[in-house]
């Protein structure tokens, strides 16, 4: 059984910075391609950033380019999410995945979810 358990998440000031992480379990985590999704209120869940199995390709929303850093430790099964420079915008439920056929931006690219952390960034 695959699990994907997030966690990090909390409340900050707009500036503040946030590392989520993602610990997973039931799979060979090497060979699996990690991303992170968001899905704020109202709003459909939508892309944030990507890395490939060994870690040596990255990728990112515009939106969070040059604040976010996506990196992994496969020995420990985890995938970080660093959020620097936060905004109100950033205030969503942020979601780990795992890919095995190289995902790109699309949610149906993604094999196995978890369930969420909260990100809330206050003005």
């Known amino acids: 059984q695959v699990r994907l358990v997030e966690s990090g998440g909390g409340l900050v000031q707009a500036g503040g910075s946030l590392r989520l992480s993602c610990t997973a379990s039931?799979?060979?985590?090497?060979?699996?391609?990690m991303g992170w999704f968001r899905q704020a209120p109202g709003k459909e869940r939508e892309f944030v950033a990507r890395i490939s199995s060994r870690g040596g390709s990255t990728a990112y929303a515009g939106s969070v380019k040059g604040r976010f850093t996506i990196s992994r430790d496969n020995a420990k099964n985890t995938v970080y999410l660093q959020m620097d420079s936060l905004k109100p915008e950033d205030t969503a439920a942020y979601y780990c995945?795992?890919?095995?056929?190289?995902?790109?931006?699309?949610?149906?690219?993604?094999?196995?979810w978890g369930q969420g952390t909260q990100v809330t960034v206050s003005s």
């Open positions: 039931g799979l060979r985590f090497s060979t699996w391609s």
């Open positions: 995945t795992a890919g095995s056929r190289a995902p790109g931006f699309s949610q149906g690219e993604y094999d196995y």
